[in-house]
């Protein structure tokens, strides 16, 4: 059956989609999960991809983290991909380092299994563009799009924002990266794992008997343990966190989350090795345990530094870096609050500037209205001037400003 | 005329606020300049060197808010949609503007009232008129030089997403 005839087959599929929703929230699950790995039934996993690639099952050292995991290979030769540069002639091909290999045959993969899984042809006339964001689903699919498209953004896209995207790549970052070594995920493959697993059993994809034998390899790894690595007759394994906290992303449409903690962690690993994250925002552990000015000063990263001054806040934070007032004047269109612009010196942030302090003009969930900075150019010395020109205008056209919400 | 109230107008389009937000407050409509957080709304009567369309076209591409809305924006992070929303055939809107800040996203026209819903902000409703939509902007205080690309292109600012 081609993969036009599946679509028409279900058109009408709404029952589909919550499946393939519901499959995909088990994905994530597994992306999340934060069990001891079930270790047998990996490094079965792992012995049959070595197979794959013509190699003998490898002997398995297991560690608490992927910190440690980097520390046991970061030195060793055979964990490391060969230079960089295009081959497709096969007897290069065999000789290329393991880790080469082993990343060529999955990429294969997942370009036959995502060949399986392309939309049927359209009209150019017709809807092409990805889903607006936030739509539901069976409202797209009643528009008429391909099932696939649909699939690919309420599953494939919104699996790859939770596990690849929020998860996966704040690990990376804290754990940092070592040139020429290679990784595989494990639970954070579950991105693409479950898409196309959940394309094949809502019927949106049929695969060829081998690749779908390999998927089901990354699909067991993806249940069953965290980061690995590896080399000629050695792989290093990598226990999943014990703890992750997230939240829903905002406006998730399909479930999406991102890390956030702000008492802790976000993720934590077995011995200690840590990941903090404020509202998707990977951060030194000193913004969510101790953040001071001194260290607000002294950080280059403005993301960062965001962070650690809405934990304090904004007013208390100009507060202790005494930051002098430059003006205050009412704000335009948010009756009853004020707009305070203040000198930065360029010793506090790496070059001279302004902060303006605003009140936001709609009220929190918690009834209080957020206030918050904005940096504006050091010449601006009217509060109105600076809160005209984050939107290009005049102080005084700003000050005609009749509403704010 | 009677105002509709934030309530009535979730209803109608479809689209949801947060629960904090009062729904039975009527929704005021605001012929002058207004913002709805990072978005500006300016009377293009109040703009110079302002135009639509562009140097090589002057006739903007219009298209009417469809009956669902169009986003006009939504912060990177995937966050909430500034969304217009209007009755069928009273407002248009074209992002062929030229604007020398660079903070245009577009323009609507609307020959009756508009509405712009924002999750967090509510909904606010625009007279009838010809506004320019400005995103907003704040200057990176102290961007690290290795940040150079951003200080090229726009001077070191970078735009606001709340």
Not at chain 1, 179 to 208: E, K
Not at chain 1, 266 to 271: E, L, Q, T
Request: charged share 25%; aromatic share 8%.
């Amino acid at each position: 059956m081609s993969a036009r005839e599946f679509a028409y087959e279900y058109a009408d599929g709404y029952e589909r989609v919550r499946e393939a929703c519901a499959l995909r929230d088990e994905w994530l699950a597994y992306g999340l999960s934060t069990r001891p790995a079930e270790r047998a039934d990996a490094e079965d996993a792992v012995g049959e991809i070595y197979r794959l690639l013509g190699e003998a099952p490898p002997r398995f050292e297991w560690v608490a983290s992927p910190a440690a995991a980097l520390d046991a290979v970061r030195d060793e030769p055979g964990f490391r991909g060969g230079p960089l540069r295009y081959t497709d002639r096969p007897q290069t091909a065999r000789a290329s380092p393991l880790p080469d290999r082993l990343a060529r045959m999955e990429s294969a993969l997942r370009h036959r299994l995502g060949e399986a899984v392309a939309e049927p042809w359209t009209p150019p006339w017709s809807h092409r563009g990805p889903l607006p964001p936030g739509t539901a689903a069976e409202e797209a699919l009643a528009a008429g799009l391909p099932v696939q498209r649909v699939l690919r953004t309420a599953v494939g896209d919104a699996l790859k924002a939770s596990v690849a995207d929020a998860v996966r790549a704040a690990v990376r970052h804290s754990v940092g990266t070592v040139p020429g070594l290679m990784t595989w995920y494990g639970q954070h493959d579950a991105h693409w794992v479950g898409h196309y697993d959940v394309c094949a059993r809502v019927g949106a994809a049929r695969y060829r008997a081998q690749d779908a034998a390999e998927l089901r390899l990354w699909a067991r790894l993806a249940r069953a343990t965290g980061w690995w690595w590896a080399a000629p007759g050695r792989c290093v394994m990598a226990e999943r966190p014990t703890a992750v906290r997230t939240e829903p992303a905002p406006a998730a449409a399909y479930g999406e989350i991102r890390l956030h903690r702000d008492d802790g962690p976000a993720v934590r690993f077995a011995d200690g090795s840590t990941v903090h994250v404020l509202h998707g925002t990977v951060v030194p552990e000193w913004v969510v345990t101790g953040p001071t000015v001194e260290r607000i000063h002294a950080e280059a990263n403005i993301e960062v530094r965001r962070s650690a001054i809405e934990r304090i806040g904004w007013g208390a934070y100009v507060e202790q870096a005494g930051l002098e007032l430059v003006g205050t004047a009412d704000d335009p269109g948010n009756p009853g609050f004020r707009l305070s612009l203040y000198d930065v010196p360029a010793g506090a942030w790496g070059r001279p500037g302004r902060l303006l302090l605003t009140v936001n003009g709609s009220v929190e969930p918690d009834g209080r209205r957020r206030r918050y900075g904005l940096g504006v150019p050091a010449h601006l010395d009217d509060p109105l001037d600076a809160a005209g020109w984050t939107y290009g205008v005049s102080g005084q056209q700003y000050a005609q400003l009749v509403r704010r919400t | 005329m009677r105002m509709v109230t934030l309530g009535e107008l979730t209803e109608r389009t479809g689209l949801d606020v947060l629960e904090h937000l009062a729904r039975e407050v009527a929704v005021p409509v605001v012929d002058g300049m207004q913002a709805q957080g990072d978005l500006l709304l300016v009377p293009m009567g109040m703009l110079g060197h302002v135009g639509l369309g562009r140097s090589w076209s002057p006739h903007p591409r219009w298209q009417d808010v469809p009956p669902e809305g169009i986003e006009l924006l939504r912060s990177t992070a995937g966050g909430n949609p500034h969304t217009l929303v209007a009755d069928p055939q009273q407002c248009r809107w074209t992002d062929d503007v030229t604007d020398p800040t660079g903070l245009a996203i577009g323009a609507l026209e609307a020959t009756a009232i508009a509405y712009l819903i924002h999750p967090e902000h509510g909904a606010t409703g625009i007279a009838p008129g010809r506004y320019l939509v400005r995103r907003q902007r704040e200057r990176a205080l102290g961007a690290p030089p290795g940040r150079l690309r951003s200080q090229l292109f726009r001077g070191g600012n970078q735009f606001v997403c709340d």
